[in-house]
């Protein structure tokens, strides 16, 4: 059955090379799966052993895999997928095998490969394409291997490309280059591109480099920061982010807008010393000016319960749950955000060296779903020696607006007056 399908010039061009590598190296957006996977159901077709890559094993099941699938069904011919080993197979020779970056190991033992076809190629680890074309050895065999990517900042894969000899045609391509894209999607990529770089490499596909990959509070941040003027407001917030197992702390962050009036740190602390702690801090500041204590929900042990005796409101906060605004792929990221954006606009006294540590350690990346994320808490404690705990309480602080509790029972007082 003939099939017609509308191509992007860069997606043609793609499948019309013949060089032993070719790279689409280009924005978000600009159908580097689609064509993926319209090449991987036309090699199939052909009677070709291929292996197909993504950057995860979720990324590989419930989108590339599931596009190869959709080409073939459009194509209209018969094969079978096994989705538990993540194989096609199509007529006596024709089989595509499914696997991801995540351990590129699973490779070895594969022979006689003719053609690789190879997902956001820079999230793979810099050793892959070496580990990888041991498979596509055999008689008879002339290897292609097709790589398709938005470029990462500081990566091994800028190097490759920017290297690239005569084996290898490299085809660049914008988002914009994507006709086929609704406004919706400009705008959402775009207001995630927090600075120019970000917005050079994800959206028009450029190779950026540079020390301030992914970083949210840069040095010069955090001295603008500690020279601004106090706000005047004895409105206060406390962030609490309490420990779990190994070497973590128990974490207590009062501040007051942009000024950080307090940072209490205890290795092993019950929620009954935790309590105290936090009910004589609230007594320091005025019972009447605390808004409300945020708590880590991972490990409050009944703190929350706690501090509600003693008629102190908090509210737990769970890292990993869904963000108010869905630039962001959950609350922590959204809280981060949310504080780096009140010290740029505000300033923010009373960093210490220790808190502006893992502050410059905190960076973000915006992942496939084109949200921002922060990079994982172990990446963290592997650059500094452990985990951003004072970073983490202070962005508690930002969970929600600071307004004292006195305000609002006045305001409360008020409004029952005129309703009786």
Request: charged letters at 25%.
């Amino acid at each position: 059955m003939n099939i017609t399908y509308r191509l992007l010039p860069h997606q043609k061009r793609f499948l019309q090379s013949k060089k032993k590598y070719t790279v689409l190296s280009c924005g978000r957006s600009a159908g580097k799966s689609y064509i993926a996977s319209l090449l991987a159901a036309m090699e199939l077709i052909k009677g070709k052993r291929i292996l197909v890559w993504a950057q995860s094993y979720k990324a590989l099941t419930e989108n590339l895999m599931h596009e190869i699938v959709a080409r073939l069904y459009e194509m209209q011919v018969k094969f079978n997928y096994n989705q538990g080993a993540q194989k096609i197979t199509f007529g006596k020779k024709g089989v595509i095998y499914g696997l991801s970056y995540e351990n590129i190991e699973t490779c070895r033992g594969f022979t006689e490969i003719e053609i690789a076809i190879c997902d956001e190629v820079a999230l793979a680890p810099a050793n892959f394409f070496g580990t990888m074309t041991f498979c596509m050895r055999g008689e008879g065999i002339h290897p292609r291997i097709y790589a398709m990517t938005t470029p990462r900042m500081d990566s091994w894969w800028n190097v490759f490309v920017k290297n690239a000899g005569d084996d290898v045609e490299v085809i660049h391509a914008t988002m914009m280059d994507n006709k086929f894209l609704e406004q919706d999607t400009y705008d959402l990529i775009k207001a995630t591109c927090i600075d120019e770089n970000m917005l050079r490499q994800e959206m028009y596909g450029e190779l950026v480099e540079g020390d301030g990959a992914g970083i949210m509070f840069s040095p010069d941040l955090l001295r603008r920061a500690a020279m601004a003027p106090v706000t005047n407001s004895k409105a206060f917030q406390i962030g609490v982010d309490c420990s779990g197992l190994g070497t973590d702390r128990n974490c207590i962050v009062v501040r007051r807008q942009n000024k950080i009036e307090r940072i209490v740190q205890k290795v092993v602390a019950s929620s009954s010393e935790m309590c105290s702690i936090i009910h004589g801090l609230v007594l320091e500041f005025g019972r009447d000016n605390i808004s409300c204590v945020y708590i880590d929900e991972a490990y409050n042990n009944g703190l929350d319960e706690r501090l509600r005796g003693e008629d102190i409101p908090c509210c737990l906060v769970p890292f990993g749950g869904a963000a108010d605004d869905k630039v962001y792929l959950n609350k922590r990221a959204e809280m981060y955000f949310t504080l780096r954006n009140q010290i740029d606009e505000f300033g923010m006294v009373g960093i210490t060296d220790e808190l502006a540590s893992e502050l410059r350690a905190t960076k973000y990346v915006l992942n496939n779903s084109n949200r921002l994320q922060l990079i994982p808490k172990a990446d963290i404690k592997t650059n500094i020696g452990k985990s951003p705990d004072i970073a983490d309480a202070l962005a508690l602080t930002c969970a929600g607006p600071i307004i004292a509790k006195g305000i609002i029972r006045e305001r409360n007082f008020r409004q029952s007056r005129f309703m009786q």
